[in-house]
């Protein structure tokens, strides 16, 4: 089992940044890919960005140039630095760990881009 739990998230005006973080705990050796997933209102559930264990990364078009996620291992902790935030970007985040066989969730984090 791995344990997720997101902070971070916010009311932040057009234009500003946030930074999410996902601390993991657990059977965290096992987990090969680690991202985000976003949720809004009246939509399906997108991936925004992912890192494998190799810090290969992986953006939704409409995020490239303004999230970048990058993880801390000391940590044992993920990131997503959101810059030039749209309104379009507001939505639940969710963080995910995946392994061989399972994927775990975060319990999800709320992100508002409004003036």
């Known amino acids: 089992q791995v344990q997720l739990v997101e902070s971070g998230g916010g009311l932040v005006q057009p234009g500003g ?4 973080s ?7 050796l096992s987990i090969n890919t680690m991202g ?3 949720q809004a209102p009246g939509k399906e559930r997108e991936l925004v960005a992912s890192i494998t264990r190799s810090t290969s990364t992986n953006y939704v078009d409409s995020v490239k140039g303004r999230f970048t996620i990058s993880r801390d291992s000391a940590k044992n902790t993920v990131y997503l630095q959101m810059n030039s935030l749209k309104p379009e970007d507001t939505a639940v985040y969710y963080c ?3 392994n061989f066989d399972s ?3 975060g319990q999800g984090t709320q992100v508002t881009v409004s003036s």
């Open 36 to 38: 985000w997933y976003r």
């Open 17 to 20: 940044s946030l930074r999410l």
């Open 22 to 28: 996902c601390a993991t705990s657990g059977n965290i």
């Open 103 to 105: 994927t775990f969730w």
């Open 96 to 98: 995910y760990a995946r």
